[in-house]
Protein backbone atom coordinates (compact mmCIF):
# COMPACT_ATOMS: atom_id res chain seq x y z
CA UNK A 1 0.00 0.00 0.00
CA UNK A 2 1.27 3.78 -1.33
CA UNK A 3 0.55 6.84 0.90
CA UNK A 4 0.50 10.11 -1.32
CA UNK A 5 0.42 13.11 0.82
CA UNK A 6 -0.01 16.22 -0.63
CA UNK A 7 1.13 19.75 1.29
CA UNK A 8 1.27 23.28 0.08
CA UNK A 9 -2.10 24.70 -1.37
CA UNK A 10 -3.91 27.96 0.13
CA UNK A 11 -5.26 30.65 -0.88
CA UNK A 12 -3.33 33.15 -3.51
CA UNK A 13 -4.60 36.14 -5.68
CA UNK A 14 -4.57 36.05 -9.48
CA UNK A 15 -0.83 36.12 -10.93
CA UNK A 16 0.40 34.57 -7.48
CA UNK A 17 1.90 30.93 -6.99
CA UNK A 18 2.28 28.10 -4.99
CA UNK A 19 4.26 25.00 -4.79
CA UNK A 20 2.45 21.70 -4.07
CA UNK A 21 4.32 18.80 -2.66
CA UNK A 22 3.04 15.21 -2.68
CA UNK A 23 5.57 12.77 -0.76
CA UNK A 24 5.21 9.00 -1.13
CA UNK A 25 5.45 6.12 1.47
CA UNK A 26 6.39 4.03 -2.01
CA UNK A 27 9.44 1.69 -1.84
CA UNK A 28 10.25 2.50 -5.21
CA UNK A 29 9.07 6.11 -5.93
CA UNK A 30 11.57 6.61 -8.34
CA UNK A 31 10.32 3.98 -10.90
CA UNK A 32 6.60 5.42 -10.85
CA UNK A 33 5.18 7.64 -13.10
CA UNK A 34 3.63 10.19 -11.51
CA UNK A 35 1.39 13.25 -12.05
CA UNK A 36 -1.50 15.52 -10.83
CA UNK A 37 -5.18 16.19 -10.94
CA UNK A 38 -7.32 18.47 -9.83
CA UNK A 39 -11.24 18.98 -10.02
CA UNK A 40 -12.92 22.37 -9.45
CA UNK A 41 -16.75 22.12 -8.23
CA UNK A 42 -18.90 20.83 -10.37
CA UNK A 43 -16.43 19.74 -12.42
CA UNK A 44 -15.03 15.90 -13.39
CA UNK A 45 -11.64 15.62 -12.21
CA UNK A 46 -9.10 16.31 -14.54
CA UNK A 47 -5.04 15.35 -15.82
CA UNK A 48 -3.22 18.42 -15.15
CA UNK A 49 0.45 16.86 -15.83
CA UNK A 50 2.56 13.66 -15.44
CA UNK A 51 6.59 13.31 -15.05
CA UNK A 52 7.62 9.85 -16.32
CA UNK A 53 10.46 7.84 -14.31
CA UNK A 54 12.71 9.11 -16.78
CA UNK A 55 12.14 12.95 -16.21
CA UNK A 56 10.13 13.65 -19.30
CA UNK A 57 7.21 15.81 -18.97
CA UNK A 58 3.64 16.64 -20.18
CA UNK A 59 0.97 19.41 -19.81
CA UNK A 60 -2.45 20.09 -20.76
CA UNK A 61 -2.61 22.95 -22.85
CA UNK A 62 -3.93 25.54 -20.65
CA UNK A 63 -1.22 25.16 -17.60
CA UNK A 64 1.58 25.19 -19.97
CA UNK A 65 4.23 27.57 -19.25
CA UNK A 66 3.03 28.08 -16.08
CA UNK A 67 3.26 24.79 -13.90
CA UNK A 68 6.23 22.83 -13.58
CA UNK A 69 6.43 19.27 -12.66
CA UNK A 70 9.24 17.94 -10.80
CA UNK A 71 10.39 15.06 -8.86
CA UNK A 72 13.54 14.32 -6.02
CA UNK A 73 13.86 10.73 -6.29
CA UNK A 74 16.26 10.93 -2.81
CA UNK A 75 13.06 12.39 -1.04
CA UNK A 76 10.03 10.50 -2.81
CA UNK A 77 8.25 14.02 -3.93
CA UNK A 78 6.81 15.14 -6.33
CA UNK A 79 6.08 18.43 -7.26
CA UNK A 80 3.85 20.80 -8.93
CA UNK A 81 5.23 24.70 -8.74
CA UNK A 82 2.19 26.99 -10.11
CA UNK A 83 2.92 30.95 -11.60
CA UNK A 84 0.83 33.64 -12.74
CA UNK A 85 -2.27 31.53 -11.32
CA UNK A 86 -5.60 32.27 -12.71
CA UNK A 87 -9.08 32.05 -10.95
CA UNK A 88 -10.05 29.03 -12.78
CA UNK A 89 -7.10 27.33 -11.93
CA UNK A 90 -9.19 27.01 -8.49
CA UNK A 91 -9.42 23.57 -7.55
CA UNK A 92 -8.70 20.18 -5.18
CA UNK A 93 -5.47 19.52 -6.74
CA UNK A 94 -4.46 15.56 -6.59
CA UNK A 95 -1.52 13.53 -6.69
CA UNK A 96 -1.43 10.43 -8.35
CA UNK A 97 0.94 7.20 -8.97
CA UNK A 98 0.34 5.86 -12.25
CA UNK A 99 -0.42 2.18 -12.20
CA UNK A 100 1.95 -0.78 -13.91
CA UNK A 101 1.17 -4.53 -14.88
CA UNK A 102 2.01 -5.27 -11.31
CA UNK A 103 0.97 -2.01 -9.30
CA UNK A 104 -2.30 -0.26 -8.55
CA UNK A 105 -2.95 3.12 -8.80
CA UNK A 106 -2.58 5.67 -5.54
CA UNK A 107 -4.34 8.55 -5.36
CA UNK A 108 -3.62 11.72 -2.31
CA UNK A 109 -6.07 12.89 -0.52
CA UNK A 110 -6.07 16.05 -2.14
CA UNK A 111 -4.70 19.73 -1.12
CA UNK A 112 -7.57 22.95 -2.00
CA UNK A 113 -6.28 25.68 -4.56
CA UNK A 114 -8.17 28.83 -4.43
CA UNK A 115 -7.12 31.85 -6.30
CA UNK A 116 -9.33 35.08 -5.44
CA UNK A 117 -8.67 38.28 -5.41
Known amino acids: QVQLVESGGGLVPPGGSLTLSCVSS????????MGWYRQAPGNQREWVAS???????NYVDYVKGRFTISRDNTKKTLYLQMNNLKPEDTAVYYC???????????WGQGTQVTVSA
Open 96 to 106: YQFPTSRVSEY
Open 26 to 33: GSIFSNRA
Open 51 to 57: ITSGGAT
